[in-house]
Every structure is written in structure tokens, then in C-alpha cells.
């Protein structure tokens, strides 16, 4: 699979939203189609947050394809391959760079990426789904709430090409992305690479319970499994438990 159409924007609402509105309208967006900007002024996160970014200085990027082959209940497969992608470019230049459940991407303990995922559904299987990717480059300082923002340039030291990068990520996920259409499994590299992979750590319930849980799975639904010290099995969908970082 290769990137069929490319559409890049100075400044939109969300990248996201762009293809929605295209789609709305009956544009014929080829499988897949790319979609940068140098600025949003409204990006969003995970159930409302808004992701901060300068102008010119990072990734701000979806990518619109039509997964028909994947069923709607196993269409957590195409978060694990944009994480993938995203981590393994990554990996190239920067060490400890992990995937926190469900798709953010962390270095050590701080986020470097975040992606928003949403899908439409023809019958049991996924019609279009809208990958939005956040990435941190070459942004110096935040000035947001959000607690534990970085960047690779915060990270590294250096400014990198935006373009280089953007280039590896998209290779990296055609190659994920075939590779889910043709039925392969990539839950276990997935799993592989997750934050908190190991060991005992700390997390919060909406009601603001604590408690420790050690990592158990990932279903196929995209629920995260944990066991906590009384053997308690503990399933979660997304935004329903805290990582207590």
C-alpha cells in the first residue's frame, strides 16, 4: 500500500475535521490520503483535550483510509499500527520510547504524540477511519496545563526536518497497514512495546480510587487488562483508569 493523494494546509481547524468536512461534502478522497498543516487552531485530543503546537515547528497530520476487511469490533488494530508507526520512527532517533495504552506515544515519563482516532462503520466492519496525529518536533516551550509535555528537539538537542520525518512515518505505517489488512497479527508487538509493560505501578479510577495493578493484556477491543494486589482482574475502556505518573 503507498500514500495516493497528499493535501498540505497553513492553517485549518483540526486536520481531522478537514476530512470529515470533505467526506461530508462527497469529495472522493482516495485510500490513503494524507492531510498536514503547519497550524491548527482547534486540535483535539482524546475525549475533548486540546493539543498545543506553534506554528511550523511540529507534525499536525491525518490520514484518512477505508479499512473495509477490518470488522468493526477488532478496529483497535489500526490504533496499534499509527502507534507503531509513529514509535518505531521514533526509535530511529531517540531512545525509550514506548506507546502508552492506548495510543499516546511517551519518552521516559512524557508524551511526545498524541493520535485521535475516529471511524464510521458500514455494517460489522469499519467504512472510514481518520487517523489524527500530534507529534512534538521542534517546539521549544509549552505553555499549557498539559502535564508532561516534550519534544525531540527538548530531547535531542538538535532541530529535525519535519518532512524527513513525516516521510518515515508514513512509510512505516503503509507497511502496518498492509500488514493489518492481510490479517497479520500485530498485537504482540504492540503489547511488547507498552508503557508500564512490566512490574507494579500506580493508577486512579474516575471516582479517584488508587490503587497498584500490574499489566495483564490488551483485548482485541482495545479494553486494557490489569491485576491488582488482591488478584483482582480490572478491565477498562478508554478514559475509564488514570496512569499515576
Not at 22 to 27: P, W
Not at 50 to 69: D, Q, V
Request: with cysteine; proline share 3%; glycine share 6%.
Amino acid at each position: 500500500m503507498e500514500l495516493e493523494k497528499h493535501i498540505h494546509l497553513n492553517q485549518t481547524v483540526s486536520t481531522n475535521s478537514y476530512i470529515k468536512e470533505l467526506l461530508h461534502a462527497g469529495v472522493d478522497l482516495p485510500e490513503l490520503t494524507l492531510v498536514d498543516a503547519e497550524f491548527q487552531t482547534g486540535g483535539r485530543g482524546q475525549v475533548g483535550n486540546t493539543w498545543e503546537s506553534h506554528n511550523g515547528e511540529n507534525l499536525l497530520f491525518s490520514i484518512l483510509c477505508h479499512p473495509s476487511e477490518v470488522k468493526a469490533d477488532c478496529q483497535f488494530v489500526l490504533s496499534q499500527a499509527i502507534a507503531l508507526s509513529v514509535q518505531q520512527t521514533l526509535l530511529q532517533f531517540v531512545d525509550d520510547v514506548i506507546i502508552k495504552w492506548p495510543n499516546d506515544i511517551y519518552w521516559q515519563n512524557k508524551k511526545i504524540c498524541g493520535i485521535l482516532i475516529e471511524c464510521t462503520l458500514r455494517g460489522t466492519t469499519v467504512n472510514d477511519c481518520i487517523i489524527g496525529v500530534g507529534l512534538n518536533v521542534n517546539q521549544k516551550s509549552f505553555e499549557s496545563d498539559a502535564p508532561n509535555p516534550i519534544s525531540l528537539a527538548q530531547i535531542v538537542g538538535l532541530t529535525f526536518n519535519r518532512k524527513t520525518l513525516l516521510d518515515a512515518i508514513i512509510e512505516n505505517f503503509c507497511q502496518y497497514y498492509d500488514k493489518v489488512l492481510q490479517g497479520e497479527d500485530i498485537s504482540d508487538e504492540y503489547k511488547r512495546n507498552l508503557y508500564r509493560r512490566k512490574g507494579w505501578h500506580q493508577y486512579e479510577e474516575p471516582d479517584g480510587e488508587m490503587f497498584e495493578a500490574e499489566f495483564v493484556d490488551v483485548m482485541p477491543s482495545g479494553h486494557l487488562v490489569l491485576k491488582d494486589k488482591n488478584e483482582n482482574i480490572r478491565e477498562y475502556e478508554f478514559k475509564e483508569v488514570k496512569f499515576v505518573i
